[in-house]
């Protein structure tokens, strides 16, 4: 027994780590062991209730770029609608961004990042 297991057994940790299980852990979920962390995210969120609004703005407030699938959610097109109308007048206050990329995913950004709407013209060789 080295020191280490010398010194846990006195301090009354006995039980071996097992790392596969430490890793499926509830705390590891959102650990990116590869990765050092970033100081923002894109985070892909699905609306499927109004109540997403909140988790959204926070998102936005911690500077993260939402990546919004919608299509739960465009089932209830008024609801959808209302939805969207509150998200892009967020959006606007903030000094963020909003950009429907397709029919189901929508692109919403923190203050000072812009999306760029239009697209230029390839130049031909």
Do not use: H
């Amino acid at each position: 027994m080295g020191i280490f297991g010398k010194l846990g057994g006195a301090l009354g940790a006995t039980k071996e780590l097992n790392v596969e299980e430490y890793m499926n852990s509830e705390e590891m979920e959102n650990v990116d062991i590869m990765n050092e962390p970033a100081d923002f995210y894109v985070k892909p969120v699905a609306l499927q209730q109004e109540s997403d609004v909140a988790l959204i703005q926070s998102e936005l407030q911690k500077r993260n770029i939402i990546l919004l699938n919608i299509s739960e959610m465009a089932k209830r097109q008024n609801t959808l609608k209302g939805v969207v109308d509150s998200l892009k007048s967020y959006v606007e206050k903030i000094g963020g961004d909003i950009a429907m990329l397709d029919e189901q995913k929508i692109l919403l950004t923190p203050a000072k990042v812009k999306i760029i709407k239009s697209r230029k013209a390839q130049q031909k060789k």
